[in-house]
């Protein structure tokens, strides 16, 4: 039986690891979780759950909930998001939260010893120096949850760091895969979240359509298998049905397979090293899809991704400001604020304007953040 | 270092596991091999490899052998493939021979304690109850050396055998995949030699362009894998880039994927579980390949997989049979003696006159290998 605390369990990795969990109640049990603004969402998940301890955003709310569950601990905000964290009773924190809001509560929660199974990229894109070394010292895992980074990890079993190649993570270009670069000067927010494979939230499908997800992933990887960003290749595979693979240095390469169902990935995190079954997910038809399609990425057409090798090369605190400038220049676009384009102009300019720290502490990680998003509100106004 | 006795080195299998040892000589050794009636090709191997052991197929050409070679032991006949297969100072048999003359020197080599990197399909095909038993009680690994099951047992790595689902063998299709059966009629030798993505030998070729190479494939899959034949799938891949996979009840599927190159899997059951580089191969290039294809089998139109798949679960001595079958009615086809499409017509028809003994013995499997040879040269008469 394993003890999950689950951060952000209204959104649409937290959604699915509910799923996980009511599937196997033999297996998973959920001591915790924490919740956006959904008040009747995280209702329904403690009546269902019973779970010891829930964190939502504010405190009307959880003083709403308090009333209406008095045997459950209700708590709010930064507080409440890393009482979830560390709940004694869990030994596994799943973080599916959106933001770098995830880093600090996951710290607190390796710094207890759990397992982190890891959904929110911008933990390892702006402190992966500090959460893998941390994760190191207390002796835990970090679980990847991410479809790419699961197909990886599962590609690794039973292999030895030393015999790899490279990696190479899939990407399927986006809503705007088949738009040439001056096409995209006049997407709307609608186009964008319109993701030919995936159902996500709004955020990660908009840095699905500018690749910026894929430069996450990559600067992720990086740090979740410890390899120089030479090893780390990104191709083009429009399907997603290939989620990505491992080439091992006498050229054999292993992959992982499967129909787009984020839950295959997230239950491996849970039950690593074993599986479990997933009866009700779509068997991958191979013959029925009859074609897999790979190209090239062409890193002008993708820029994001460029942006992504740039900052992760570089290092220090320069993914952190690159994945700030991200968030609020994707919240500008999302609020029809700016261009889809623009994005990644915003995204650009912060960076040139930031001089990286190298090997920073937490704090200088978080100040980091707090700048470039200052800068992308000077860059706004 | 892992000392090596390679049966069959002059066929296509043999000269690159040569190669294999070739490359690293810090790695593996060849204390012995077994060649057939090339003898300028087994003087090179003398020469270069100075074995302790070698045995050809005729006595005339052991002797020579041994005038020219004194210190080195030379042997014939199916004393000297045994004798090559079991000495002292190998730990590895690579059995690469062709046809059923390979199953009793890998008997004697898995009781003496050597671990089998088996790319002799027929020695699993027609005994694979006494093999797989054999290789339990002596406590000694058998290693895939087909690339199918080399991805499968790559896939196989860092997992459970109760999690596996199934396994999709790859099959390319072979030389007239494109041709509908009527076009069968007529095919030439010539055009059957002429296999889209693999050079191999001549047998193993109209194996698999009549995809009985397929078939004995799954039966090999069926006793390697201990999976019964409901959890064995064959899909059509025209590239052969994808060499095969591992669907497990999470529905993740692994997979292994490369460039058609048979050292590959030949070195990785010599450094099982660990990988050595293997530089001169090509690298694997998705993009520029583009698109994989994958297709349903017609069972209809590859009725020699529908036959193996019948000797395969009837069992007992039938898998033996339709192996002796197919190896006669094969050489008649190279030796222009019957048409294509008899090569099935025939193995269809012995094995129909086949009364199958449940659990045979060697003694049996070998007689029903002796009768179905005989049913065939009836047929042919």
């Known amino acids: 039986m394993k003890t999950i605390s689950l951060l952000g369990a209204t959104g649409s990795i937290g959604v699915q690891t509910l799923d996980i969990i009511r599937k196997h109640p033999d297996s998973f049990q959920l001591a915790a979780f924490s ?15 019973e779970p010891a301890l829930v964190s939502v955003m504010e ?34 924190l799943v973080n599916a939260v959106i ?36 994760a190191q010292q207390a002796g835990v895992h970090l ?5 790419e980074h699961s197909a990886i990890f599962q590609s690794l079993q039973g292999e030895q760091e030393k015999n790899i190649s ?58 979740l298998f410890d390899l120089p960003y030479e090893q780390i290749d990104v191709i083009l595979h429009r399907e997603s049905i290939i989620h990505s693979m491992v080439e091992f240095h006498d050229r054999s ?29 779509t068997r991958l038809n191979l013959a029925q899809i009859g074609r897999l399609h790979f190209q090239e990425i062409d890193f002008d057409r993708y820029r994001m991704l460029h942006l992504a090798y740039t900052a992760g090369r570089t290092g220090g605190t320069m993914p952190a400001v690159m994945n700030a400038a991200n968030e609020e220049a ?30 920073p502490e937490l704090e200088a990680v978080l100040e980091a953040d707090i700048e470039a998003r200052a800068t992308v509100r000077s860059l706004l106004s």
Do not use: C
């Open 35 to 49: 919740a956006g603004k959904n008040e009747q969402a995280a209702q329904n998940i403690i009546h269902e759950f």
């Open 59 to 92: 405190k009307e709310a959880a003083e709403r909930l308090q009333l209406q569950f008095p045997s459950v601990r209700i708590l709010y905000g930064k507080e409440g998001l890393e009482a979830a964290a560390t709940i004694a009773e869990a030994d596994t």
């Open 166 to 223: 490279r990696l190479i993570l899939t990407a399927s270009g986006g809503s705007f895969r088949d738009k040439q670069r001056e096409e995209l000067e006049s997407v709307t927010v609608e186009e964008t979240l319109n993701h030919p494979n995936w159902s996500m939230g709004a955020k990660i499908t908009v840095d699905s359509a500018t690749m910026m997800n894929k430069g996450l992933e990559v600067i992720e990887a990086h740090w």
């Open 143 to 147: 679980l990847p949850v991410d479809s």
């Open 253 to 281: 390469v292993m992959a992982q397979l499967g129909s787009p169902d984020m839950r295959v990935p997230i239950q491996y995190a849970l039950t690593w090293p074993d599986r479990l079954p997933l009866p009700d997910t």
């Open 99 to 134: 933001g770098s809001v995830g880093l600090e509560p996951t710290l607190k929660a390796i710094k207890a010893k759990k397992n982190i199974a890891i959904a929110n990229k911008e933990t390892l894109v702006t402190a992966g120096h500090i959460v893998t070394a941390a």
């Open 330 to 359: 994707v919240a500008a676009f999302l609020d029809r604020k700016i261009s889809f384009l623009q994005i990644e102009e915003i995204v650009e300019r912060t960076m040139e304007k930031h001089t990286p720290v190298q090997s």
